[in-house]
């Protein structure tokens, strides 16, 4: 039996005890937890009153209380005796925040308590909340995992599909001769980079979770945890393709980058070489001396432009002759 007060008292965010049929009933003060039926407390350990009820609650062993509210990146699973503490990393889908921002979500889990904590809000635990409230979500704690895993991958998966069509829209850019934007390119492999690093370590705590002989787990929910693990393995083998299809992109985009610095090089010289006879005789006939040819005739200047415009058209033509042009 958990006294109502006692998990009230947690400051926690949600707390809630599942009803075994897909449902929520508040817990308050005054009210007693049903022995047989799962509580659900998730805390924002940022906050004083939840900080200090995971410092001084009885419910979860010393060694998990700094594991909860911990800066653990990495995703991970432990077993404490009756309990599991696992650590997750969501898809960051806040406002005003970018999607490779991972933020994390903690839980120590047993067969009638979860305490999750997080510091940045997770769509994933709204949307199991939302499920419960409609009387369709997870009936007890494997239950509950397995959903919550659920959901990190599809928001995962989606973000996958996302930089898919960005990188299959630079191709298509790249076919018609257009360079993307700075740094839009490295955005996305950083994206990647990131995904990859996080999410494999969570492939191997889903597979690890299938695989565990939990007593509150029953088969059937290992087998769509394995599940699970299965599907997010493909999106990393998306992700491998993607960081692969991104470096053939940056060649490629180097290639015409320099292909258009070599054009522009090249047509710079051509001119060049058009104008330097003309630039040689303006040159010579430039002088301040005496005895130039043609100074005093009245047709002089018009003779000399006209000549200077012959000669330029023959340069152009020996250009376009050799092949130049």
């Known amino acids: 039996m958990v006294a109502g007060k006692t998990l009230q008292h947690s400051g926690a965010v949600h707390a809630y005890q599942l009803d075994g049929n897909g449902g929520i009933t508040p817990i308050g003060e005054l009210d007693i937890a049903k022995s047989e039926k799962t509580c659900w407390l998730h805390l924002d350990y940022t906050l004083p009153a939840s900080a200090r009820w995971l410092n001084e609650t009885a ?24 309990g599991t503490l696992i650590t997750l990393r969501s898809i ?20 009638k308590l979860i305490i999750s904590t ?9 949307e199991i909340l939302t499920d419960l409230k409609e009387g369709n979500g997870p009936t007890d704690s494997a239950s509950w995992l397995v959903s919550i895993a659920e959901a990190l991958t599809d928001h995962t998966s989606e973000f996958i599909d996302d930089l898919h069509e960005k990188i299959i829209n630079l191709e298509d850019d790249l076919l018609d ?12 492999r950083k994206q990647l980079i990131v995904l990859r690093r996080y999410m494999t370590p ?18 059937d929910d290992r087998r769509r945890m394995q599940e699970i693990a299965d599907r997010l393995g493909r999106g990393l083998e998306d992700l491998d393709a993607s960081v692969a299809r991104t470096t053939v992109l940056s060649d490629e985009i180097t290639t015409l980058m320099t292909d258009a610095m070599n054009r522009r090089t090249y047509t710079m010289s051509l001119l060049a070489m058009v104008f330097l006879p003309t630039t040689f005789l303006t040159g010579l006939f430039g002088v301040n001396l005496g005895g130039i040819p043609g100074g005093d005739a009245p047709f002089g200047f018009l ?7 012959v000669l330029i ?11 130049w042009l």
């Open 303 to 309: 003779t000399f432009c006209l000549m200077l415009t």
């Open 313 to 323: 058209g023959g340069v152009a033509w020996w250009l376009k002759h050799s092949k």
């Open 202 to 219: 969570q492939r191997d705590v889903f597979s690890r979770l299938s695989g565990e002989k939990l007593p509150w787990m029953q088969d």
């Open 118 to 126: 997080r510091r940045r809000k997770v769509l994933a635990i709204d």
């Open 92 to 111: 960051n889908l806040n406002l005003n925040a970018r999607p490779d921002q991972l933020v994390a979500v903690r839980v120590f889990i047993t067969d």
């Open 177 to 188: 001769q257009k360079i993307p934007a700075r740094g839009e390119l490295a955005l996305i």
């Open 59 to 82: 419910l979860v062993p010393d060694s998990v209380r700094r594991a909860l509210t911990g800066e653990s990146a990495r995703p991970r699973v432990t077993r404490l005796g009756e």
